[in-house]
């Protein structure tokens, strides 16, 4: 690693510096205040990039306090050199924060994170302020993640914006955020946030850890972190959860999880996980016990039909159709008279039609995509009946598979039901039950096997933690809960949660 180039105590020599390793860039502003205008040099100067700048914290903070301290100090002898840097540290400029540097290094880390430097004539030290601003989005509704009843606000692309959101629903000075600069090139700030006493060290020290040891050029998108820190590569099952959801992120924080915030994403990582946290969604703690337990349970079974219907369909209708009732049988057997494909190629060619339409439907201008994917769905799938390609219960069944799959409340776990969905009717059309069955079985063994941080992925139920069953499959009341989830690994302390007396006494 090269050696930090210090900064040379004449003016003109840093500003030209530090602006020709910027490339010289039309962003780049080098402005000048005070100092005779017929020499080359001024008095002092202050540099910033203007895309990454608020201009009205520059021009107030900034340059007004210099431009009217060297004016009234005109008549005076000011201080030079040393003595002008810190006088106007200490007295004049505004900003909420100024520091010292001394390299060109320094220098140009703070002007790409929107500091201001400010430089004075015959000194090699310089002060740094913070004029962070420019265009950002401001903070909106959720985008993926939304909810009838509860906080209607999400993450930015800003991470300090997301902090702050973070740090307004958990007022503790027992959270803690360590931050670390990802990326040769990008160097992206992310933050591991946790509380203390809460969340298990250890997990903290993996996540830290597993950070550390990544080396790649730059960090677009959270997602980048996840492929790098998550424990298996090929499975199609997520080991961490992204959330966009403040509130979510929070409540994930109290029960003992870690948080891995990234610069530049509204989609924040949590670990470690288990298999039924996809499952939980923010309005279950936001409706009373009983609704939520039933949206629950529903999402489980429809994940499980997601990923089975279709190849029950083919193994009933090719090889058991002694399983079904003959009025039933006799209606199926009608439908498929005619229809030239065996079931498996059907149920593929039905499947695959619809993940086009669905990814149409992403891809095209907002304004059509919904439209386009709803027709285009309606009018193939009639089409394709009325030619005598597929089956009206083929339809059917592939329409309900596709609703099923919309049910669940993270769409990675759905993708990955998509996935295995393929896999179990190849199986399926080669095998009937038997090949559906042994396609569940080694999914199970899978499942029993992956672990996110040292949790296993199948917790509470592999292995299995009566006292952590309260919140998988259905929610109780939350009075009842009065412990944090033991599979997590974190703190076991009571969360001083009880019945309310006049409740009790109701119910003695």
Not at 24 to 42: H, K
Not at 135 to 145: A, G, I, K, L
Request: net charge neutral; charged share 20%; glycine share 6%.
């Amino acid at each position: 690693m090269a050696s930090a180039i210090p900064l040379s105590k004449e003016l003109s020599h840093n500003s030209i510096s530090i602006s020709s390793r910027l490339g010289n860039s039309l962003d780049v502003v080098s402005r000048r205040i005070g100092g005779d205008d017929s020499d080359s040099a001024a008095t002092i100067a202050i540099l910033y990039i203007d895309s990454l700048v608020d201009q009205r914290t520059i021009n107030d903070h900034i340059v007004q306090p210099l431009m009217n301290a060297l004016l009234v100090g005109a008549e005076q002898e000011q201080p030079t050199g040393q003595g002008m840097l810190e006088r106007l540290s200490r007295h004049v400029i505004a900003a909420g924060s100024v520091a010292v540097i001394r390299t060109e290094e320094e220098a140009l880390e703070a002007l790409l994170n929107g500091f201001c430097v400010i430089m004075v004539d015959g000194t090699d030290e310089a002060l740094i302020a913070v004029t962070a601003g420019g265009e950002q989005r401001s903070v909106d509704e959720p985008v993926t993640q939304t909810v009838i009843r509860g906080p209607q606000h999400s993450f930015t692309e800003n991470i300090f914006t997301n902090l702050g959101l973070i740090r307004r629903i958990i007022r503790s000075p027992n959270l803690r955020l360590q931050g670390k600069r990802i990326g040769r090139q990008t160097q992206t700030h992310v933050f591991v946030a946790s509380i203390k006493g809460i969340a298990k060290q250890s997990v903290v020290d993996e996540v830290l850890r597993r950070l550390d040891a990544i080396d790649i050029d730059g960090i677009i998108e959270s997602s980048y972190v996840e492929e790098f820190i998550q424990d298996r590569t090929f499975t199609p099952f997520p080991t961490l959860m992204n959330i966009e959801r403040p509130d979510v992120v929070a409540a994930s924080l109290l029960e003992g999880q870690v948080a891995v915030i990234v610069d530049g994403t509204p989609f924040v990582l949590l670990a470690p996980v288990t298999f039924f946290k996809f499952f939980q969604s923010a309005e279950d703690y936001y409706q009373r016990f009983d609704i939520a337990s039933f949206l629950r349970l529903l999402r489980h079974i429809t994940f499980i039909a997601s990923m089975l219907l279709p190849a029950l369909y083919i193994a009933i209708t090719t090889y058991h159709q002694e399983m079904l009732p003959t009025t039933l049988l006799i209606s199926l057997a009608a439908q498929r008279e005619g229809i030239p494909f065996p079931a498996l190629f059907e149920a593929f060619l039905m499947e695959i039609t619809f993940e086009v339409l669905r990814e149409a439907g992403v891809r095209m201008p907002r304004a059509i995509g919904p439209a386009v994917s709803i027709v285009g769905a309606l009018v193939l799938g009639q089409a394709a009946v009325q030619a005598g390609l597929v089956s009206p219960a083929m339809v059917i069944v592939v329409s309900f598979t596709a609703i099923s799959n919309f049910v669940t409340p993270q769409i990675n776990i759905a993708i990955a039901a998509r996935l295995i969905r393929f896999s179990l009717m190849l199986l399926a059309g080669m095998l009937g039950l038997y090949g559906i069955m042994t396609g569940v079985i080694v999914l199970l063994t899978h499942l029993a096997g992956l672990q996110s941080f040292g949790v296993p992925y199948m917790a509470p139920v592999a292995p299995f933690i009566w006292s952590s069953w309260k919140d998988i499959f259905i929610r109780v009341p939350r009075w009842a809960m009065k412990s944090r989830p033991e599979m997590l690994g974190g703190s076991k302390r009571k969360n001083n949660a009880r019945m309310p007396d006049w409740q009790r006494s109701r119910s003695e």
